[in-house]
């Protein structure tokens, strides 16, 4: 079945660099790939848009200078967390849809900003 | 697409049904109803989705009331490797690439 991975699935960085994961689509092409940010104990929350060839879409409230997407092939989206703070210690999941009914999402990357 | 209403939690005793109710009573006409699964620290899992008829896959049965304003997710004989987050979600068939929204979900707990 169609699978999506993420690279780190965990990265600890330091308060003021900047992080990027990886969002890659194994066996399906994907125009569209989705991002996601979840906090302990809470649910999913949709981040933006990632659009093969142009530019993403963020949700309100998403600062899309601090989150750049690149939605660079059609198998691959980045998403760069710029100047890292605690607060964005989080863990974040992709999703690309194949267009059937199942939606493969990725396994998450933990990210903790020390 | 539809809002939908979970229990925060649930307690099932091992090799027992375990049965996830789900309150959508503004699903419309072309609004399916989805579950997704998410075990601690894992991507979300698809286990099934169904317009009106019930569903039987090898994971769960998806049992939707004539009405559709609600639907039980039903995991015949629980295992520990069930406990986990379920979702309920409502969305068009159209919107296969388009926004997946998640409510809070039923936080599963499968107790040997």
């Known amino acids: 079945g169609a699978v999506v991975s993420q690279h780190p699935s965990r990265v600890i960085c330091k308060s003021g660099t900047s992080v990027k994961i990886e969002c890659r689509s194994l066996?399906?092409?994907?125009?569209?790939m989705f991002w996601y940010r979840q906090f302990p104990k809470q649910s999913l929350m949709l981040m933006a848009t990632?659009?093969?060839?142009?530019?993403?879409?963020?949700e309100q409230g998403v600062e899309k200078d601090k989150f750049l997407i690149n939605h660079a092939s059609l198998t691959l989206s980045t998403l760069t967390v710029t100047s890292a703070h605690p607060e964005d210690s989080s863990f974040y999941i992709c999703?690309?849809?194949?267009?059937?009914?199942?939606?493969?999402f990725g396994p998450g990357t933990r990210l903790t900003v020390t | 697409d539809a809002k939908t209403t979970q229990p925060p939690s649930m307690d099932c005793a091992e090799g027992r049904a375990a049965n996830l109710p789900c309150n959508h009573s503004?699903?419309?006409?072309?609004?399916?109803v989805y579950w997704y699964r998410q075990i601690h620290s894992q991507g979300p899992q698809y286990i099934i989705h169904?317009?009106?008829n019930n569903e039987t896959n090898e994971m769960a049965s998806l049992i939707i009331t004539e009405d559709r304003k609600s639907s039980t997710l039903i995991l015949p004989h629980a295992t520990l490797r069930d406990t986990a987050v379920y979702y309920c979600?409502?969305?068009?068939?159209?919107?296969?690439?388009?926004?997946?929204?998640f409510g809070q979900g039923t936080r599963l707990t499968i107790n040997p």
């Open positions: 999703r690309a849809p194949t267009g059937a009914y199942e939606q493969y």
């Open positions: 066996d399906f092409q994907a125009t569209t």
């Open positions: 990632s659009n093969e060839g142009s530019k993403a879409t963020y």
């Open positions: 503004t699903i419309s006409g072309n609004e399916y």
């Open positions: 169904g317009l009106k």
């Open positions: 979600i409502v969305r068009s068939r159209s919107s296969g690439a388009q926004k997946l929204v």
